[in-house]
């Protein structure tokens, strides 16, 4: 079996700065794409910013300049800084992974539990 954990959620004023943190374990062969997704209330969740195995970057337009992903393939983490936060950032974060198990064939999507970040105006 394979889990995300994330950590480092919270709640914090317009301006401030939040770093999530995102471990993947268990049966793991390797990691393609890692990335982050948000979902606030009412709304559908949407890609914050994705990271491929060799670094690749992609963001959402609305965070570029204000949130960095990064990854350590070695300890199979990504972390998602993030700066000059806004109110509008408020959501629940959802770390993904596609992962490949051993002894199966494929990569398979798997999510975290999501951690909240509410921003305060």
């Known amino acids: 079996q394979v889990q995300l954990v994330e950590s480092g959620g919270g709640l914090v004023q317009a301006g401030g700065s939040l770093r999530l943190s995102c471990a993947a374990s268990?049966?793991?062969?390797?990691?393609?794409?890692m990335g982050w997704y948000r979902q606030a209330p009412g709304k559908q969740r949407e890609l914050v910013a994705t990271?491929?195995?060799?670094?690749?970057?992609n963001y959402k337009d609305s965070v570029k300049g204000r949130f960095t992903i990064s990854r350590d393939n070695a300890k199979n983490t990504v972390n998602l800084q993030m700066n000059s936060l806004k109110p509008e950032d408020t959501a629940v974060y959802y770390c993904?992974?596609?992962?490949?198990?051993?002894?199966?064939?494929?990569?398979?999507?798997?999510w975290g539990q999501g951690t909240q970040v509410t921003v305060s105006s």
């Open positions: 268990g049966s793991i062969s390797s990691i393609n794409a």
């Open positions: 993904n992974a596609q992962i490949k198990v051993w002894g199966h064939l494929g990569a398979f999507d798997y």
């Open positions: 990271i491929n195995s060799e670094g690749s970057t």
